[in-house]
T-cell receptor
């Protein structure tokens, strides 16, 4: 298995632009998670899906952030408009089911907003 | 407020030496506690996971201990190797009363950055 796949690996954009991060979970996993990691705050859970349905989005910082999972093999995290404080590494992870099973992380997308 | 505190923030040791990383938490009740290893530029990888009834769990040279009474966990690394250089993150899962919702959120520590020098 290729593991969790994320794209792009690096993204540099200017303030105000729309940014879309993509994730392909491990085949057969029913839960998908989006995280943000910064030096100041560490890892933070933004949102997670079970069977493509958003279960908890309480970690999404603002309305500028949105996430979708149109099918079991694809999810997007969109930031519109982006701001410099959104600069971080964004990880996608998947698990067989739910928050408590072992989560397998992707390599992350390093986002820089100028 | 549910919190996970890790110490030290960073640590430098010589190759071959042992070290112990600490994790104190206030999450109660909790379901399980995990230790992740995160290499630079990569996503975290699970090392161990323990339920509240387990005291110790090993994974090769990594041994995690848990004291649910004092709400403390430690990760002991034996005979360190250069490849152990990474950040180690402690994560606690609150015991959820209802499926889903914010009660299902994981509580992450900020990690300990370990550097193993030759």
């Amino acid at each position: 298995d290729a593991g969790v796949i994320q794209s792009p690996r690096h993204e540099v954009t200017e303030m105000g632009q729309e940014v879309t991060l993509r994730c392909k979970p491990i085949s057969g996993h029913n839960s998908l998670f989006w995280y943000r990691q910064t030096m100041m705050r560490g890892l933070e859970l933004l949102i997670y899906f079970n069977n493509n349905v958003p279960i908890d989005d309480s970690g999404m910082p603002e309305d500028r952030f949105s996430a979708k999972m149109p099918n079991a093999s694809f999810s997007t995290l969109k930031i519109q408009p982006s701001e410099p404080r959104d600069s971080a590494v964004y990880f996608c992870a998947s698990s067989l089911w739910g928050v408590y099973n072992e989560q397998f992380f992707g390599p992350g997308t390093r986002l820089t907003v100028l | 407020k549910n919190q996970v505190e890790q110490s030290p923030q960073s640590l430098i040791i010589l190759e071959g030496k042992n070290c112990t990383l600490q994790c104190n938490y206030t999450v109660s009740p909790f379901s399980n506690l995990r230790w992740y290893k995160q290499d630079t530029g990569r996503g975290p990888v699970s090392l161990t996971i323990m339920t509240f009834s387990e005291n110790t769990k090993s994974n090769g040279r990594y041994t995690a201990t848990l004291d649910a009474d004092t709400k403390q966990s430690s990760l002991h690394i034996t005979a360190s190797q250069l490849s152990d250089s990474a950040s180690y993150i402690c994560v606690v899962s609150p015991k959820e009363a209802n499926y889903g919702g914010s009660q299902g959120n994981l509580i992450f520590g900020k990690g300990t950055k370990l550097s193993v020098k030759p």
